[in-house]
């Protein structure tokens, strides 16, 4: 079964808005993580937060987890035109080893 | 410091051809991990290592796929016979420690296979 699935698929928006992508997962977790990848290029590590952790900010990001619902979101607040990327939720059980989402593709239009 | 390189960045290849891809991880890093994303599929992970052993090889698709990671520096991944539903983009990431959360990837080797 998938693990870590993104919603929406895809976003656009203008330059200055705020961006919400969510992200739902199906088993237990240790941690939970976000990832950006620029078209073409590998894939940049965000921000992560912790099972035991509710939210956690990191610049113009905001992450929450509810592991209650095994959800998650990321908010980018004042977005850019340079946020314009795919955004990847992961989930670890147990190490390093995560499990991917399908990702949402944000366009941030200037 | 140099981040996680791949190579080749593209290849291009005929169904039942070899193909080796090679990684090379950030220094000091002994965790490596390979990762494929078929096309309109999730990431998923194929194989860790912790220097050179495999730690975990539990994503590797089938027997056509051959990792390596001799004296725990760079890795090799080859697919011998490459299939035409191998073609996708194949990442290689690298961690410090086993469980410090953060991957930190390179760009990928794109692979297409006809």
């Known amino acids: 079964s998938q693990q870590g699935e993104e919603d929406p698929q895809a976003l656009s928006i203008q330059e200055g808005e705020n961006a919400t992508m969510n992200c739902s997962y199906k088993?237990?977790?240790?941690?939970l993580q976000w990832y950006r990848q620029n078209s073409g290029r590998g894939l940049v590590h965000l921000i992560l937060?912790?099972?035991?952790?509710r939210e956690k900010h990191s610049g113009r990001l905001r992450v929450t987890l509810d592991t209650s619902k095994k959800s998650s979101s990321l908010l980018i607040t004042a977005s850019r035109a340079a946020d314009t990327a795919s955004y990847f939720c992961?989930?670890?059980?147990?190490?390093?080893?995560?499990?991917f989402g399908a990702g949402t593709i944000l366009r941030v239009k200037s | 410091e140099a981040g996680v390189t791949q190579f080749p960045s593209h290849s291009v290849i005929e169904k039942g051809q070899t193909v080796t891809l090679r990684c090379d991880p950030i220094?000091?890093?002994?965790?490596l991990y390979w990762y494929r994303r078929v096309m309109g599929k999730e990431i998923k992970f194929l194989l860790h290592?912790?220097?050179?052993?495999?730690?975990?090889e539990s994503g590797m698709p089938n027997n056509r796929f051959l990792a390596e990671r001799t004296g725990g520096t760079y890795s090799t991944l080859k697919v011998q016979p490459a299939e035409l539903e191998d073609s996708g983009v194949y990442f290689c990431?690298?961690?410090?420690?086993?469980?410090?959360?953060?991957?930190?990837f390179g760009e990928g080797s794109r692979l297409t296979v006809l």
């Open positions: 937060i912790r099972s035991n952790e």
């Open positions: 088993t237990s977790i240790n941690n």
């Open positions: 990431a690298s961690s410090p420690g086993w469980n410090t959360g953060e991957l930190f």
């Open positions: 290592f912790v220097k050179e052993s495999k730690q975990d």
């Open positions: 220094s000091g890093h002994d965790n």
């Open positions: 992961a989930t670890a059980q147990r190490g390093n080893k995560l499990v």
